[in-house]
């Protein structure tokens, strides 16, 4: 398990019992953004996460410094085929966005710890990923799920804006992209791409991995690691 933690407040008995009501939603349990086809109950099944809802609202207020009496609201945003998003906003403006995978997402532990490792590293080529509060990539936690939680990134979502852009601006954007992705295809690994960031904390000690070195003045944290991946 690797966690990433800043100060928090301690969280009351008072606001505890005030975060248990957040458990009837049970939307941010069920899949319910379409429908399937075929074997439709298995796959609602598939992604099916129930969590404890309280803890992952400690969670939060323990990656941000806040008391649980701050939040102002806490909902499902959006979910895909292997995750999803829950958004939790605080009263002066500040939102965290939890990620959890579903069972089906694989391989487990290593592709949560992997997602992790990885947005540490494109943050310090300069590429805009959302930055990382806290993670923990074993399910066998109080949470009772995987989970990333991050901070939620400034703007409107492209896919909001995209058809109302002029011609100008949509190009601008693609060029935005392009300097991004450049950034971080042109970062070498030590495992010619056969292989998987992760931290060393992570890691089992059978698996093999090559420390990543430092590049083009970029300084790696110290346990990143390249590893080749084992499924």
């Not at 458990?23 to 609602?44: I, M």
């Not at 532990?109 to 990382?132: F, I, M, N, Q, Y």
């Not at 990134?153 to 060029?175: C, D, F, I, Q």
Request: glycine letters at 6%; a positive charge; aromatic letters at 8%.
């Amino acid at each position: 398990m690797g966690m990433l933690t800043r100060p928090f407040n301690r969280i009351s008995k008072r606001t505890t019992r005030h975060m248990s009501s957040w458990s009837s939603n049970h939307d941010l349990f069920e899949y319910t953004s379409g429908r399937f086809l075929f074997n439709e109950q298995r796959r609602l099944a598939e992604r099916r996460v129930q969590f404890n809802v309280d803890a992952l609202v400690d969670a939060v207020c323990r990656s941000t410094g806040q008391s649980a009496s701050e939040i102002f609201s806490l909902s499902k945003l959006t979910e895909n085929g292997y995750n999803r998003i829950i958004q939790t906003s605080f009263k002066d403006g500040h939102t965290v966005l939890a990620k959890i995978p579903y069972k089906i997402a694989v391989p487990r532990r290593l592709a949560v710890a992997s997602e992790v490792a990885t947005l540490d590293l494109l943050r310090r080529t300069g590429v805009p990923v959302p930055k990382v509060l806290a993670y923990c990539a074993d399910r066998t936690n109080s949470v009772g799920a995987e989970y990333i939680l991050f901070e939620k990134p400034e703007g409107r979502p492209l896919s909001e804006t995209w058809l109302s852009m002029k011609n100008e601006m949509r190009a601008e954007v693609m060029k935005q992209i392009a300097a991004a992705e450049s950034k971080f295809l042109d970062i070498p690994f030590p495992s010619n791409g056969c292989g998987s960031l992760y931290y060393c904390r992570d890691l089992g000690e059978t698996q093999f991995s090559i420390p990543l070195p430092a590049q083009s003045g970029i300084i790696p944290p110290p346990d990143l690691i390249d590893c080749v991946d084992i499924l």
